[in-house]
């Protein structure tokens, strides 16, 4: 079932049922805004679902379907504005700050001391779900953007013998798979998705030490320096792996097409593997994650989390706000933090779990993200909100899409003009 389809189906039952019947037996309701509405993510945000519904609270979904979530933050922003906040939404990284600064959001000291969430989280997690001091988000788990998946299967039939390392190997595995009739890269045309392989060549050229100076310090010399013309020009050849018709197409497509060996690779974070996962197949075996090209030893972290907001004036009721603080207590619990990362892609948030339980890239993710972490080589992801106000993202995001839009456009000017959109921005 696409994802509007099982919109439509979501609101015909609505109307057979209203909210009000569907509520009858509940202790309070949480309603939840995200954008987990591929296969795989669905089946992964219904973990959180049947675990409050068994505490019995009712869970009403309310998905918005469009990867990155750019859609999703519209919907809120507007809900916000008209007084009427849904109980959790799906809000990351420094968006958190200014959501904080609103007002709009409600802490949530009871539960996280209760829960010794101080203790469970390191302290770059802790503090980006804090505002002023309170917690008012609840971190679910750690996505790694900086990931390569591979159909070895399409890599044997193009007579390629092993995943590239390197940026050459990447092109020349591309230009093998072109010359076999494959897609070498499966890639949807959207914003975030341009930008998400952006940010991997970025971080594969210039190190994690310009990775930083450009997403985080806005360093303008670093911005329109010589490396990022690199950067463009590399861009620009990525995106000759790319199929022509790539515009709109959702991440999920693009993966498909991966996973059915109409493509070879899909530069992707590892909800990617949630469609992988949901297919029925084995990391290691039916397919391979390996770090983007020259971003070996780096990681770039996303991290999903549920911020609580203060609930309008009909739905404050104490059996609602329960429910708020159930869907908190539940996300760091072991239980959810196993099946929902299983099914999701990420990795747990607390790092005290049997990474066991995990396949090959997920216990690759968490041996990377250590030694990343060792080694000042965490990076926050840009394409996935973490490292720039909203703002400062979509400025980015409009220098990149149209750059990889407009065949005859010109690297040498591109990081100038992204320099020049960031200031107007911010
Ligand atoms: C979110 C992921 C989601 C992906 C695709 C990312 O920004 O962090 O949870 O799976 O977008 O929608």
């Known amino acids: 079932m696409n994802a509007i389809t099982r919109l439509a189906t979501v609101i015909s039952l609505a109307s057979l049922f209203p909210f009000s019947a569907l509520a009858a037996d509940a202790k309070g309701t949480v309603e939840v805004v995200h954008w987990w ?27 918005v379907a469009g990867g990155g979530g750019a859609a999703a933050m519209t919907v809120l922003k507007t809900r916000a504005v008209s007084g009427n906040p849904p109980s959790a939404a799906q809000i990351k990284g420094p968006d958190l700050q200014e959501w904080g600064a609103l007002g709009l959001l409600t802490n949530l000291d009871e539960v996280s001391s209760q829960n010794n969430w101080d203790k469970l989280l390191s302290k770059t997690v802790s503090d980006t779900m804090k505002y002023d001091g309170h917690y008012v988000a609840v971190p679910v788990n750690i996505h790694r953007v900086n990931w390569l ?33 494959f897609i070498p890269l499966a890639h949807g045309g959207q914003p975030w998705q341009d930008s998400t392989v952006f940010e991997n060549l970025v971080l594969s050229i210039m190190g994690a030490d310009g990775y930083k100076k ?58 990617a593997k949630s469609e992988w996962t949901a ?7 039916d397919y391979q994650c390996v770090p983007f090209p ?41 239980e959810f933090q196993y099946v929902f990362n299983q099914n999701k892609g990420s990795i747990p948030v607390r790092n005290d779990l049997d ?29 996935h ?26 690297p040498a000017k591109a990081g100038k003009q992204m320099s020049s959109a960031i200031k107007a921005a911010r």
């Open 355 to 383: 990474m066991s339980k995990f396949d090959a890239c997920g216990q690759a993710s968490a041996k990377d993200f250590a030694e990343a972490d060792k080694n000042a080589k965490l990076e926050p992801s840009m394409a």
């Open 294 to 334: 020259g971003t070996q030893g780096s990681y770039t972290y996303n991290i999903d989390s549920l911020a609580m907001f203060k609930l309008s004036a009909k739905n404050n009721t104490p059996g609602n706000i329960a429910a708020q603080n159930d869907v908190a207590k539940i996300a760091l619990e072991p």
């Open 214 to 271: 450009a997403f985080i310090d806005l360093d303008e010399k670093t911005l329109t320096g010589e490396k990022m013309v690199e950067v463009f020009t590399a861009l620009k050849k990525v995106g000759g792996y790319m199929d022509e018709n790539r515009a709109g197409r959702d991440w999920n497509i693009a993966a498909a097409e991966v996973i059915n060996g109409k493509a070879g690779m899909q530069i992707m974070g590892d909800w």
């Open 149 to 181: 998946w591979i159909n070895p299967e399409v890599f044997k039939k193009a007579g390629i013998d092993k995943a590239p390392t390197t940026l050459e190997e990447f092109y020349a595995a591309g230009d093998k798979l072109r010359a076999a009739g």
């Open 279 to 285: 297919a029925d197949k084995v990391a290691g075996k």
């Open 37 to 63: 509405t591929s296969g795989g993510e669905a089946k992964a945000v219904k973990v959180l679902e049947n675990l409050v519904e068994k505490d019995g609270y009712e869970w009403k979904d309310s998905a």
């Open 385 to 410: 909100n973490m490292a720039t106000s909203l703002a400062v993202q979509g400025a980015i995001f409009d220098v990149v899409t149209n750059f990889m839009s407009d065949k005859n456009a010109d």
